[in-house]
């Protein structure tokens, strides 16, 4: 819940950003490229982490309740860190950028609600004495296809930040 409701203001404070005009503010040096490249290859480290611990699920039998647990308190240890860095990527775009993606950012904060719902039933697994392992594999598949998700749309910001706006060709 509480990941919920940041992600909630998290979205506000976006879509707030996204609706000042531009005004005399000194430049700031533009990290958002870097931000953008980052998240990006934390989307593909987790993605390694779901297809393993997928994997691993499969070779596990019901009766593996402890050894599926401890697969998914790792999944949420490795889960944790992208909220900070998808907090520090959308600190990293100006108000500019934002109005420039924000159909993009949009579906990009949904995802992240994703990771987080999914973040919180892998802990609810971990704790769970009766564990089935296939349930911690459709968790893994469902991180997966987020994952796919949130990295087309990663892609897509990047390119459309990075590709120079077309601009009238004038012959003289």
């Known amino acids: 819940m509480r990941h919920t409701l940041i992600l909630a203001g998290l979205a506000t404070v976006v879509l707030n950003l996204a609706s000042f005009g531009t005004g005399t503010m000194v430049p700031r040096p533009d990290t958002s490229r870097a931000a953008l490249i980052n998240l990006g ?3 593909g480290h987790l993605q390694l982490w779901a297809e393993a611990i ?17 697969l998914a308190q790792q999944l949420v240890k490795v889960i944790g860190p992208l909220e900070a860095d998808f907090e520090e990527t ?3 775009l100006s108000t500019n950028q934002l109005q420039q993606v ?3 950012w949009e579906r990009m904060v949904f995802a992240h609600a994703g990771f987080l719902l999914l973040q919180e039933e892998a802990a609810s697994l971990g704790t769970d004495p009766a564990l089935d392992p296939s349930e911690l594999r459709d968790v893994a598949s469902q991180l ?4 796919d998700f949130a990295s087309e749309i990663q892609r ?9 706006a077309p601009t009238p060709i004038r012959l003289l």
């Open 90 to 92: 959308t600190a990293s």
């Open 156 to 164: 897509q910001i990047l390119s459309e930040l990075t590709t120079p």
């Open 54 to 70: 997928a994997e691993a699920t499969d070779t596990l039998d019901s009766g593996d309740a402890e050894h599926a647990r401890v």
């Open 144 to 147: 997966s296809a987020v994952l």
């Open 102 to 104: 924000l159909p993009l």
């Open 41 to 43: 290859q934390d989307y």
